[in-house]
């Protein structure tokens, strides 16, 4: 190529709605590019170095760069052709370059759009180890041009589609209204500007994804996902969006993702976009981490939406697991035949333990005959007609002759069987072989294999399949027992029915202490008598914070927890004492308990069998109890003080019969306000009470809060005036009657406004406002006073708590804002602090304008 660069003629683009007229391309060169771009460009023609290629970072340079001087290269090799000296035919189209344009997105986000398109679709790339890497990076850049070109050729009608319901979800109105998509629109283009047709097709099909046959099927899926990831990141609402969770499942049904690898792609693709914005000049200064805020914030979303629908499947497999298990059980139960019995099974255990092939082997005659196979699903003819199993031979002989249970990872390479010895029912890539044992006995195997290249069997697996050999190794050895004494003594059927019976009643009383221990408030611990764990029931699980498999087995005092161990210290106080009971209080980890020891005697009188530990977490108690103690102090000393006051007074007028007439109003007043004081403080408890309690009863009735607040307002105006102070009062005018108890809010009212005038700092202003919410009626107390700390924000609503200032304490009683936040409470609303507005604090609470009905009683 001779490095000229010619501006190709506008064809005519064909519309898809017949009501459209057609379209006409516009150049390359009628697309902005911004000004700081165009300038680290004019720099690097002129041999500045950059980190960045500016014409491999924007999509509009890289076209022109294209036609410049690599329309004859491999697209796969643009690094080495589109470099400063090949371009240089570049400079004079600089000047000619708009540096901004009228759209429908911000140049900014469709710039964001596009290169992180292109460095997600190249990382895509190269996890996938393909070629192709420099052709998706390329593709994934110029994918999204053809809104640019649509609005350059119809812009009222792209405008129009975009006003009539804003930029999310524009697509289905730009194709309506203009009569073409926009991904047709840029497909078209980029093969009429030169670009090879990979990078078409990538325009074309990167909503949708790939055809299955397309020969850059790859390139093209990695450039749709990478799409979807910038979209999500950088999009401006006019593409697919999503969450990461559903790019994730469409990562992985066109390029087998896994989520790791997406959120590698995705922390890439954020820091590529950042660090080229920042040597293009698109952001001056580093810029505040905006951008990766808004990245970590859709992931964490997005693996709450993962870590959900993982939880989900693995409940379902469950959920699934357990009817199957009980199904197989019940079928146990259910059937008398052995032989049935087996039949049975192996289509439920196939789909337990989702495999293809399933073989039961079993001893005739009564358990006690050769062993051969009964029951299969998924095996060959020549299975069934294999012959008896002999001890040490082949697999099931290897199984009989052990009487343990086997696990072949992989049967090819098993040194240990030869493929030919009755492996036609194994041919799998790995296979358990469980042996029912019926005591010390194998009387019968149980085989399953998955299919070849499935994921090996997993512990959880071998254990599951234990199981069920063991529920049908008792089934059995119940049966043939029953057959045996049937068949050799049927006079002595009378005495099997009273064993049976016997039996049931030990099973009933096992069943009922297994109840009892399950249904104790209590936690009980069993050790034997060398302190090893052998019973542990719900409520201890709970208390000590570990599942009773984790501790039975565990020696008491090794056991891993410091209740137990702590409770293990006591065992020689109740030994060395001589009693049979002990009682103890203990504290661990902040929390206290109360542990009753006791032993458990040899009903042979053998000596000591082990001891019974009952657990009883006390701290909630003892927590009560010092509440009960501090609230019993704080009324004691809130009483106290005007009665001392009250006192003192009285006994100085009754000492002093010639005090004077103004000393003595003067002493009298403040036994009067003292006492005004008491009553308050008496009242105030009792309200509370009543509140805590849930006895006291709201009279709902229609309330207009616009006449409510001034009212409230009215009532505290002298108080603010001794103080300096202006009391505003703001009601939104589309509030109107919402049903509460009139009494009640405006004793809330009252005592927020008396919050507020006792803070607010002298010729200052306290600001009442209502306004409508969700659903709700919201009402605010504003004042400029000192504030509440954020740490103390919670703790203004407990009894007797009260702020203090730097200078001293506020006077009160410390109840108000308790009793105002069970009132609102019990109205459906909820209180809380704010920081008011230029210093000061703002309690809020809010009211449902609908109240719901309260629920009907249930008849008894």
């Not at 709605?17 to 002129?46: G, N």
């Not at 759209?103 to 679709?121: I, K």
């Not at 000591?608 to 010092?626: I, K, P, S, Y």
């Not at 009211?847 to 009905?853: A, D, G, N, R, Y």
């Amino acid at each position: 190529m001779d490095g000229s660069l010619v501006a190709p003629p506008a064809p005519r683009l064909d519309s898809m709605a017949l009501t459209s007229p057609p379209l006409s391309l516009c150049a390359p060169t009628a697309l902005a590019v911004a000004a700081p771009v165009q300038a680290a460009c004019r720099a690097w023609l002129a041999g500045s170095p950059a980190r960045l290629a500016p014409v491999a970072a924007d999509p509009i340079l890289f076209c022109l760069a294209w036609q410049a001087g690599g329309r004859e290269a491999s697209l796969a090799r643009w690094p080495e052709v589109l470099t400063a000296e090949r371009c240089a035919a570049l400079s004079p189209l600089l000047d000619g370059l708009p540096a901004t344009e009228a759209g429908v997105v911000p140049m900014l986000s469709e710039w964001r759009h596009a290169y992180g398109c292109a460095v997600a679709a190249r990382r895509l790339m190269m996890w996938r180890g393909e070629e192709g890497e420099e052709v998706a990076y390329a593709a994934g850049l110029l994918h999204d041009l053809g809104r640019r070109v649509l609005y350059a050729a119809l812009p009222d009608r792209l405008t129009e589609a975009h006003a009539a319901g804003g930029v999310r979800g524009a697509r289905p109105r730009e194709a309506a209204a203009c009569g073409i998509d926009h991904a047709e629109v840029g497909a078209q283009a980029l093969a009429a500007w030169g670009l090879p047709a990979v990078v078409a097709d990538a325009a074309r099909f990167h909503h949708p994804g790939p055809p299955a046959d397309h020969p850059q099927a790859g390139v093209l899926a990695a450039v749709s996902v990478a799409n979807r990831l910038a979209a999500l990141f950088y999009g401006d609402g006019t593409g697919d969006h999503t969450n990461l969770y559903a790019i994730e499942r469409f990562g992985r049904r066109l390029l087998g993702l896994s989520p790791q690898v997406l959120e590698e792609v995705v922390a890439g693709m954020a820091s590529a976009v950042q660090e080229a914005a920042v040597d293009l000049g698109l952001e001056l200064d580093l810029p505040a981490d905006h951008t990766r805020r808004l990245v970590e914030s859709n992931l964490k979303v997005s693996h709450i939406h993962l870590s959900l629908e993982r939880s989900r499947r693995t409940l379902t497999e469950r959920l699934e697991q357990v009817r199957l298990l009980a199904e197989v059980s019940e079928r146990i139960q259910r059937e008398e035949d052995p032989e049935i019995l087996c039949r049975a099974l192996v289509e439920p255990i196939a789909r337990l333990m989702r495999v293809e092939r399933v073989s039961l082997f079993l001893r005739g005659d009564h358990l006690e005959g050769e062993m051969a196979l009964v029951a299969g699903r998924g095996l060959p003819e020549a299975a069934y007609a294999s012959g008896p199993v002999l001890d040490g031979h082949g697999i099931s002989g290897y199984v009989v002759e052990s009487g343990e249970r086997l696990v072949v990872r992989d049967l090819a390479t098993d040194e240990r069987f030869d493929l030919s010895d009755h492996a036609a029912d194994y041919a799998s890539a790995s296979f358990v072989s469980v042996p029912i044992n019926v005591r010390e006995t194998t009387v019968g195997i149980l085989h399953v294999s998955s299919r070849r290249g499935a994921p090996e069997f997993a512990e959880a697996d071998v254990e599951l399949l234990t199981t069920i050999a063991h529920q049908l190794s008792i089934a059995l050895e119940t049966r043939c027992l029953l057959q045996r004494l049937a068949e050799r003594n049927r006079r002595l059927e009378e005495a099997n029915r009273e064993i049976q019976a016997v039996t049931r009643a030990v099973d009933e009383g096992r069943n009922k202490l297994a109840f009892i221990l399950r249904s104790m408030g209590e936690g009980v611990v069993v050790c034997r008598s060398d302190g090893e764990i052998s019973l542990v029931n719900g409520a201890a699980e709970a208390i000590v914070g570990r599942e009773a498999p984790d501790l039975v087995g565990c020696n008491l005092r090794e056991c891993g927890n410091p209740i137990l161990e702590q409770a293990a210290t006591l065992l020689p106080r109740l030994h060395g004492q001589g009693g049979t009971a002990l009682e103890e209080t203990i504290a661990a980890g902040g929390r206290t308990f109360r542990i009753n020891l006791a032993r458990i005697y040899d009903p042979q009188g053998k000596g000591n069998r082990g001891t019974v530990l009952l657990l009883q977490e006390t701290t909630r108690l003892v927590e009560a109890e010092r509440t009960r103690n501090e609230f019993v102090s704080h009324v004691s000393h809130e009483l106290r003080t005007p009665l001392v006051s009250i006192n003192g007074f009285a006994s100085t007028i009754l000492r002093d019969p010639e005090m004077d007439d103004g000393t003595r109003n003067e002493f009298l007043q403040i036994i009067v306000s003292e006492g005004s004081r008491l009553t308050r403080l008496i009242d105030n408890l009792l309200e509370l009470s009543r509140a805590e309690q849930g006895s006291f009863t709201l009279h709902r009735i229609p309330v207009d809060l616009r006449k409510l607040i001034p009212t409230a307002v009215e009532g505290l105006i002298k108080v603010a005036e001794e103080r300096q102070l202006k009391l505003d009062v703001a009601v939104a005018e589309g509030l109107h009657e919402v049903e509460l108890d009139e009494d009640r809010i405006r004793q809330v009212l009252v005592n927020l406004l008396g919050n507020a005038i006792k803070f607010a700092p002298l010729g200052s202003t306290v600001v009442v406002c209502a306004e409508v919410g969700d659903g709700e009626a919201v009402v605010s107390v504003s004042d400029q006073g000192p504030g509440i700390p954020p740490e103390l924000r919670e703790r203004v609503f407990d009894r007797f708590f009260q702020v203090r200032t730097k200078d001293k304490a506020t006077q009160g009683t410390g109840l108000g804002l308790a009793i105002v936040r069970e009132i609102v409470e019990a109205h459906g609303g909820r209180v809380w602090v704010e920081e008011g507005v230029g210093g000061g604090a703002c309690i809020r609470f809010s009211l449902p304008l609908q109240v719901e009905p309260p629920p009907v009683a249930e008849a008894h």
